[in-house]
Structures are given as structure tokens and as C-alpha cells.
């Protein structure tokens, strides 16, 4: 196979797609913006269809990247503009400077006398970490990364000093990389559409209204609770819980498609919730309930075994107690006619997926109206860069996208 494949994202699409060509004699090449592999996946507690923690699908694959001479991973990397044809591809790729080199073994000494913090956009916003961090407890590739703009005075200084590795490098600088490929798979995933753009629903404005990828980080055990779903206004665990399905979804304001698996999210967020408290209640607002296929044995599982009460109705407006911190849902209730205003403990709200590629301007690259990647022979997407999906499709999308192109590559 005369040239590599190029990967774009590294979350759970693009790493099957990742060991799926290199594994069959393709040169691969994974480019990923963050600075570790997982994407959304590794943020989650459980993922669908069998609820799996993160680890169960990605330390596998992690493992098949680690032992293949094939496969070249890039971090803390994007792609700035692409041009050729099928089978001959021009790539440039800033790679961003980590300031921790390959020595580093993650010891975390650096960690402890480092006094400087940051915001963590790992856990959304819910928890802060020290300017030099790991990513996650089971990030890949395992090593620190420095966040210069973090830190206290005297820190890097400490930080050097406490490193046995000589890994911590502050003179790192940007670096451009220009790729010659055969073909490219899109694998650039989702991100959670902008709660604060939903005026009505007071993300932003009320403490104890969240999103359902706050509320994955929260049950997480090594999340900013670890894995006590509370409130943040005064960290009690909540016996009342509404769900706004379709926050940004399916309106022509926001996002006009449906993302697919937000009703499947709540439902498995009301098992976490009664797993913590049997008597927790949960109150799902509704347009359409969507459990397509082999879920609906799942809709029946939550039925079960969580206590919850389903409203068919868009949730009109969210207002709080000023007292309580308690929040006030109200809705209209299509099946009864009447109009609902519920009292709960917290609010989750069930965003939409939006293309991670949504505001990109990629020179080479076309995205449609809605921020989904539109292909072209040797240009090829899957998972969430493709269309809403759950895992078990976007790793099927991803190995029909590895065969794809496997197939240019052999005509190039």
C-alpha cells in the first residue's frame, strides 16, 4: 500500500478506524486535537448498547495502537488545510507545543507542588486541575500536559525542579507538518450544542440547571464528584430530577435534525440516579420518545427499575426559588392538554449533538449546512462527523470507512 491513511480525531471512531487499516497492512497516521485519545467516550460513565466504562472498549484498542509499528499518533494537533486528489493528498497540520516531552512517566510530582489551576474542559466546568495536569486517569498516550497561561509565580521553576525526567520542556514551540496521503477519514466527533444560546431553560443563570455530559461527568468515578450525582448549588444529592429532552434539537432556531441518542442518555442518567437512590425520581419532558431498534429492550429496563414520570411536552421556560435553589419546570402536557409546572431538585438538560466541525473553516474540506463533513471519493467520514449516532454505529461507520480506504490507497 504505497501511502499512509490519514485519521482525523481521535475519539472512539477514529481509533477503530485507526487499528482496523493498520491491521490489515496500511500505513495510518492519527491526528487528534486534544492532548489524549477517547473523545466523548472517555468522558462518559457507561456507553451503549451493553453500558461498558470507558476503559472496556478503549484500553483494547489503546493496546492494538501501542503494538503496532503502523500507526503514527499526533496530539494536541489539527488539520489546517488539505489539498490533491484521491490517492494524493496534500495535509498541513500544526502540531500545538505540550511543554512535557516523551521522558515524562507520569509520576505526578510536577502535580503536587504546582499551586497554579485551570478551569477543567474535561469535566466541563465542574472541577478545576493544576496548570500542569494528566488529562484523565487512563488518558493515552500517559503523559502531563502544561498549561503555561495557568500558572502562579514560582511554578515553573518548582515544576522543573521536582521532575526526576527532565521532561518538562517550556521552550516547545509550534510546529507545521506537511503529510502526503492516499486517503482521509473524518472522525472529528461531536461537541454539546451551546446551553447558554437556550434563553429559556437558564444554563448559566440558575446553579442547579445542567447538561447531560455535566451530569456523565458527575456519575463518573473519577469524575469532579466522584460519582455522586449532586447539586451544585450545595452538593445534595437530588431526590427530583427533570430532563428537557431536545435542548437546541429539532428546532429550526438551533439545530433542526434530531440527535438520536439524547432520550437514551436520560433514560440511562435516571438508572444512575436511582442505582444512588432507589427513591430518587426522575421527569422526562419529551417531544418524541426514540429508542430505535434493540433499545427499546432498554427504554423497558429504565422503566423498571428507575422511578420515572414521562410529560409529552417541549418545556416552555425554567425559573428558580431564590430560596431553595429549587427550580420550577413548566411545560404543556400534549396528552392531557393541561400545563405542567413541576418542582425539582435539578435540571439536566439532554443538548443536542453538534459537529465538532460546526464553526471549522478547513481549506479542502467541505461541511454541509449543519457541520457534517461531506465526502468525496478519498475524503471519507464516520461516527458523529458523519451524522448522530451511538457507538456501536459509529464504530461500524468507522470500519466501513477503514475499508473505504484501504480501497483508494490500493488504486493510488
Known amino acids: 500500500m504505497s501511502k499512509p491513511i490519514l485519521v482525523v480525531g481521535g475519539g472512539i471512531s477514529g481509533v477503530t478506524a ?27 460513565r457507561y456507553y451503549f448498547p451493553k453500558l461498558c466504562p470507558p476503559t472496556c472498549g478503549l484500553e483494547i484498542n489503546y ?9 503514527k499518533v499526533y496530539t494536541m494537533a489539527e488539520v489546517l488545510e488539505v489539498s490533491g486528489t484521491p490517492g494524493n493528498y496534500n495535509v ?13 512517566t507520569a509520576c505526578g510530582e ?16 465542574l472541577s478545576k486541575t493544576k496548570a500542569i495536569y494528566l488529562p484523565h486517569p487512563v488518558a493515552f498516550p500517559m503523559k502531563y500536559v502544561l498549561d503555561k497561561d495557568a500558572l502562579a509565580p514560582g511554578d515553573l521553576e518548582r515544576i522543573m525542579a521536582a521532575c526526576k525526567y527532565n521532561a518538562i520542556d517550556p521552550e516547545m514551540k509550534e510546529e507545521i507538518l506537511e503529510l502526503n496521503v492516499g486517503a482521509i477519514i473524518w472522525a472529528t ?3 454539546p450544542y451551546d446551553a447558554t444560546k437556550l434563553d429559556n431553560l437558564g444554563y448559566g443563570k440558575y446553579a442547579n440547571v445542567i447538561t447531560n455530559m455535566q451530569m456523565e461527568r458527575m456519575a463518573s468515578p473519577w469524575g469532579p464528584t466522584q460519582g455522586k450525582i449532586v447539586r451544585p448549588s450545595d452538593n445534595q444529592p437530588p431526590k427530583k430530577v427533570a430532563f428537557v429532552q431536545c435542548a437546541g434539537s429539532r428546532d429550526e432556531n438551533h439545530l433542526p435534525f434530531c440527535s438520536y441518542i439524547c432520550c437514551l442518555a436520560s433514560l440511562k442518567h435516571s438508572l444512575y440516579l436511582a442505582e ?3 427513591k430518587a425520581e426522575s421527569y422526562i419532558f419529551y417531544i418524541d420518545l426514540r429508542t430505535p431498534g434493540r433499545y427499546e429492550k432498554f427504554l423497558k429496563k429504565a422503566e423498571a427499575e428507575a422511578k420515572i414520570n414521562f410529560i409529552k411536552g417541549k418545556v416552555a421556560k425554567i425559573e428558580e426559588d431564590p430560596e431553595t435553589k429549587d427550580l420550577i419546570v413548566t411545560a404543556e402536557d400534549t396528552l392531557s392538554g393541561k400545563k405542567v409546572s413541576q418542582k425539582v431538585d435539578l435540571v439536566v438538560l439532554a443538548l443536542g449533538m453538534q459537529p465538532s466541525l460546526a464553526s471549522a473553516e478547513i481549506k479542502g474540506i467541505k461541511i454541509d449546512q449543519n ?28 470500519t466501513g470507512a477503514a475499508l473505504k480506504a484501504i480501497q483508494i490507497i490500493k488504486r493510488g
Open 18 to 44: 485507526v487499528v482496523e487499516a493498520a491491521e490489515v497492512g496500511a500505513e495510518v497516521i492519527l491526528v487528534e486535537k486534544q492532548p489524549t485519545l477517547g473523545g466523548r467516550v472517555a468522558q462518559l
Open 63 to 71: 493496546r492494538r495502537i501501542k503494538s503496532n509499528p503502523r500507526i
Open 92 to 104: 498541513k497540520i500544526k502540531i500545538y507545543p505540550r511543554y512535557v516531552n516523551n521522558n515524562c
Open 110 to 125: 510536577c502535580e503536587k507542588v504546582c499551586e497554579g489551576e485551570r478551569v477543567s474542559d474535561f469535566d466541563f466546568g
Open 189 to 191: 466527533g461531536w461537541k
Open 276 to 278: 444512588q437512590d432507589p
Open 371 to 398: 457541520g457534517f463533513v461531506v465526502e468525496d471519493e478519498g475524503i471519507i467520514s464516520c461516527g458523529c462527523a458523519k451524522m448522530p449516532l451511538d457507538v456501536m454505529t459509529s464504530n461500524e461507520t468507522a
